[in-house]
């Protein structure tokens, strides 16, 4: 049999930061006690209960669609989708079933080293259904209880084209997604929480092939890791199949993160059908030319155009850049630092090296770090100016960490500053080499080698505090008299 090509689209579901939820005022809230954020609108109760868009989630889902490089309908229309479930309280779900908000837009990946725009076959804006918890062991349980908080909240569905051809592509499309949507801080995009959640189309095909292999839906998976592993498994699987002279069933399977493989959870005979149809309750809304303009306005720097810029305007190398730029918040970070001391490789260095180093052994965020960007120039110029050494400028680094205390103070108070004084240097140098005749032969015998010990006895002499450079030249200049 031929190669085989591996063919993945990914459905994501991504929850909009708003205060409300999309058609109530309840709070969108993750992490409250359960059915404590509830209303007759969001619980489908009979009685005076019609829904009313929340126009912030209408403006993010417009902003996302916008980002992606999508086609934006010139109207807003909401439909039913009608199933029975008991986490869906009304019977239905409000989703946009005939016309999605974007359409035909893109993103791009760096794969293998070269730039590939993937599809993005449309965007729509939904509510959130509840969620069931099941009571012990799913299988031998017979009780799931359900927490209707969720109901209701804003989401986006991004799906994709089958354009990503690897286990690997789908993580890079869906890391960028994520960094996009936190640039333009309509989702914090937490795959742990749910606020970020991916279903896979996995299928394999002889490779040169056009026509799309049987797929299977891979559920279940709750980080980026096993967004990765799950379709790695799955094309492992199908390939396996076709090539003992089997065939791939239709089928949804969900991921078993501790056992790492999938399973099936249900055969999928044909596209179920929802009877989908407009909500009578919500009026189809236009977008205006001028509320499209305001809001493209409103699109900040992208992370690709930031990091192109990066690189244009601070000579950074590709691989800082792409590191500064993966977060807004790092690289306001990095921006904000270098508006204090403007040595931009530097800068880069001591945040991608030092900072960014303490922040993982915390397990912490830019978001939370005590460090200022102004306090971290400060430190920088310090050490640029010599007045403390580098090795001083990280333990200092790590005090302000720990503190959240200005560089200035915890020099003085722990006497850190250099001595880069010749006069008071003068006097140890002398006495280092009137103890160590042996190194100071040794070096007028040629063995240059041996003023790195002199040196590092001046260096013990004044508990680090010398300016390593200035005494290396300092004594160079006395043994060669
Ligand atoms: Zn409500």
């Known amino acids: 049999m031929n190669e085989l090509e591996t063919v993945v689209g990914l459905e994501v579901h991504v929850e909009l930061l708003t205060q409300t939820k999309l058609f109530c005022g309840c709070s969108a809230a993750f992490g409250a006690e359960p059915n404590t954020q509830?209303?007759?609108?969001?619980?489908?109760?009979?009685?005076?209960?019609?829904?009313?868009?929340?126009?912030?989630?209408?403006?993010?889902?417009?902003?996302?669609?916008?980002?992606?490089?999508?086609?934006?309908?010139?109207?807003?229309?909401?439909?039913?989708?009608?199933?029975?479930?008991?986490?869906?309280?009304?019977?239905?779900?409000?989703?946009?079933?005939?016309?999605?908000?974007?359409?035909?837009?893109y993103v791009e990946i760096q794969s293998a080293g070269e730039i590939k725009p993937i599809g993005i076959h449309q965007l729509h804006l939904e509510e959130d259904t509840g969620k069931l918890l099941h009571v012990g062991d799913i299988l031998s349980s017979p009780f799931s209880r359900v927490d209707f908080n969720r109901a209701g909240v804003p989401?986006?569905?991004?799906?994709?084209?089958?354009?990503?051809?690897?286990?690997?592509?789908?993580?890079?499309?869906?890391?960028?997604?994520?960094?996009?949507?936190?640039?333009?801080?309509?989702?914090?995009?937490?795959?742990?929480?749910?606020?970020?959640?991916?279903?896979?189309?996995?299928?394999?095909?002889?490779?040169?092939s056009s026509a799309l292999g049987k797929k299977t839906e891979l559920k279940n998976m709750?980080?980026?890791?096993?967004?990765?592993?799950?379709?790695?498994?799955?094309?492992?699987?199908?390939?396996?199949?076709?090539?003992?002279?089997?065939?791939?069933?239709?089928?949804?399977?969900?991921?078993?993160?501790?056992?790492?493989?999938?399973?099936?959870?249900?055969?999928?005979?044909?596209?179920?059908?929802?009877?989908?149809?407009?909500?009578?309750?919500?009026?189809?809304?236009?977008?205006?030319?001028?509320?499209?303009?305001?809001?493209?306005?409103?699109?900040?720097e992208l992370p690709d155009a930031r990091?192109?810029?990066?690189?244009?305007?601070?000579?950074?190398?590709?691989?800082?850049?792409?590191?500064?730029?993966?977060?807004?918040?790092?690289?306001?970070?990095?921006?904000?630092?270098?508006?204090?001391?403007?040595?931009?490789?530097?800068?880069?260095?001591?945040?991608?090296?030092?900072?960014?180093?303490?922040?993982?052994?915390?397990?912490?965020?830019?978001?939370?770090?005590?460090?200022?960007?102004?306090d971290l120039g400060e430190l920088l110029k310090m050490v640029q100016e010599e007045m403390i050494s580098r090795n001083m400028g990280k333990a200092v680094l790590e005090e302000m960490f720990a503190s959240g205390e200005k560089p200035g103070v915890i020099v003085e108070k722990k006497g850190l500053v250099q001595i880069s004084d010749e006069g008071a240097l003068a006097e140890i140098i002398a006495r280092v080499i009137d103890q160590n005749p042996k190194s100071v032969e040794d070096y007028r015998g040629g063995k240059k080698k041996a003023v790195g010990f002199l040196v590092g006895q001046v260096m013990k002499e004044t508990r680090g505090k010398a300016n390593p450079q200035l005494v290396n030249e300092m004594l160079k200049k006395q043994l060669e008299v």
């Open 38 to 105: 509830v209303c007759a609108v969001c619980l489908g109760l009979p009685g005076e209960t019609l829904p009313r868009l929340n126009q912030q989630a209408l403006e993010f889902a417009i902003k996302a669609a916008l980002a992606l490089n999508c086609s934006i309908a010139g109207e807003v229309s909401f439909d039913r989708k009608n199933y029975f479930y008991a986490d869906l309280p009304k019977g239905y779900q409000i989703s946009q079933f005939f016309q999605p908000i974007g359409t035909r837009g």
């Open 155 to 208: 989401l986006i569905e991004i799906v994709s084209e089958p354009d990503l051809r690897s286990a690997e592509e789908a993580r890079l499309f869906l890391q960028k997604l994520r960094s996009i949507l936190r640039y333009l801080d309509v989702s914090d995009c937490k795959m742990e929480e749910g606020s970020m959640r991916c279903d896979a189309n996995v299928s394999v095909r002889p490779r040169g």
């Open 222 to 300: 709750n980080s980026f890791r096993s967004v990765y592993k799950g379709i790695e498994y799955e094309v492992q699987r199908q390939s396996r199949l076709l090539q003992e002279g089997g065939e791939v069933l239709p089928e949804t399977r969900h991921w078993d993160e501790g056992a790492e493989l999938t399973r099936a959870m249900r055969s999928k005979f044909l596209s179920a059908n929802y009877r989908c149809f407009p909500d009578p309750n919500l009026p189809p809304l236009l977008t205006s030319r001028e509320r499209l303009n305001a809001l493209q306005e409103a699109i900040p």
């Open 307 to 374: 990091l192109e810029r990066f690189v244009r305007e601070y000579s950074l190398p590709r691989y800082d850049a792409e590191i500064l730029t993966a977060t807004r918040e790092l690289a306001d970070f990095y921006e904000n630092t270098l508006a204090v001391f403007p040595v931009p490789k530097a800068v880069s260095n001591w945040t991608m090296g030092e900072l960014l180093g303490l922040l993982n052994e915390a397990g912490q965020e830019i978001g939370t770090c005590k460090i200022t960007p102004t």
